[in-house]
């Protein structure tokens, strides 16, 4: 069984590839709404949140566990590796990987929350692979508060993008990292903000083909249920109208969420 | 000593208005910021972390208890009441009484986090003493991030704005309840936006107020530091930055903030 956390619905995103992607595994998802968002908090706290998240995963049976959230990834990956034998896949290195992969030119944007991009692991991540390489970054705090809230096609949120994206416009970048699992639902708003020509990465697609490649390579470490015999849950730790309403956008089906 | 929760820093308002109205009184303050914001999560939820602030306060000496959050006192009040013997006191009904007591034409406006708009506890208190007046509400759930941003004055905030009053402008209200303890805040573009002639009622000054009358007629309850021997300590239960510059801006002044 797949283990998958986040600070709420957006890891969603990297739930629903990994369905997508890995439909003959069963998934256990953890969205932390309760003390969503993650964001804006410091290191320790998402930390200890990620730790307890993680714990109630492996208590329900996961044999890896995803960290589905830019800003855990960022600052709680270490402790988690630390702390717990099982696998722990980040957000992080599959989406810089595939920038790299990517650019033709050497010049990567990277926007998430305050605390992945403060953080600095995308740099760090990209630069430790190509020391060449110029890593832009803009914190965007407002559009983890603007997606749950289901604004994703109204004006404000296309104004406030383009303030977020502005300081990004000048730098000649040719990809953009969406740093963060909930933007991938503002990918069509972000394309007509940075221009066409930019390549957008998506951290949730690229995480879960990463997924992929791993179980192909050590099967192993995964058991998996033949015959359509799959199950995924999905627990919240706090049941919320608009929860309901964001993970029914991102699965393009009705979702039954568990309250933890 | 004075015992005050909030969802995070802006029951802060409250803090300062408790501070200069009553200034003989020692003041123990507890942002949850670890958790916020509380207005978009469930009512079991912001009830159990009510519960747990309160705790908290009580073993750091609180002898009465302010709720300086409107999502709070709207759905926790009862428990906590039922919880502790310690006098609670919420923030609705003074903001309420001074509503009442402004209006002119009997139309009142409320606005306010998903959690007390949805709570319907404006409406019942209003219409309790004055069952002929007519209360009008609008929940408002991007303005407490715009506020943790420090986006006070920016054009998105104002738009937002107008959007959110918008359903109020048509229906003749002389007076508008800010029912949330951020919104002090934005007070001169909500002024600007509802129009001059809408009487604002700010909830964290008439809470303050209505402490003030409280402790004149039952001195008894909370012990006075007379001679400038008084303290006030500001607990949170993360640290960030944000919070920080937020905190300086209410109080005018820069503040410790003790981790708890």
């Known amino acids: 069984m797949i283990g998958i956390f986040d600070s709420g619905i957006g890891g969603m995103t990297v739930a629903r590839a990994v369905e997508q992607l890995l439909p003959e595994y069963s998934i ?60 722990i896949i980040e957000v992080i290195t599959p989406a810089a990987e595939k ?53 994703i096609n109204k004006q404000e949120t296309k104004m406030i993008l383009r303030r977020y994206l502005h300081p990004l416009k000048d730098r000649q970048i040719d990809t953009l990292v969406l740093g963060c699992t909930h933007y991938p639902l503002l990918k069509g708003l972000i394309q007509a903000r940075i221009g066409k020509r930019v390549n957008l990465i998506d951290s949730s697609v690229e995480t879960a083909k990463y997924v992929r490649e791993l179980l192909t390579a050590q099967p192993e470490l995964v058991h998996r249920d033949e015959n359509g015999a799959t199950t995924h849950r999905y627990y919240v730790s706090d049941l919320t109208d608009s929860a309901q309403m964001v993970a029914a956008k991102i699965f393009e089906r009705p979702l039954e969420l568990l309250l933890t």
């Not at 992969?101 to 926007?111: D, F, L, M, Q, S």
């Open 28 to 87: 256990v998802y953890l969205g932390d709404i309760a003390r969503t968002p993650y964001g804006s908090k410091s290191p320790a706290t998402i930390t200890d949140y990620s730790l307890r998240n993680t714990e109630f995963l492996l208590e329900k049976g996961a044999e890896i566990i995803i960290i589905a959230c830019n800003s855990a990834s960022s600052v709680a990956t270490e402790a988690l590796r630390r702390e717990f034998q099982t696998p």
């Open 99 to 151: 920038a790299i992969a990517t650019t033709k030119n050497g010049r990567i944007g990277v926007i998430g929350t305050r605390a992945t991009i403060r953080s600095g692991v995308y740099d760090q991540t990209i630069c430790d692979r190509q020391p060449e390489f110029k890593v832009f970054s803009a914190a965007c705090p407002l559009l983890v508060p603007l997606v749950e809230e289901g604004w």
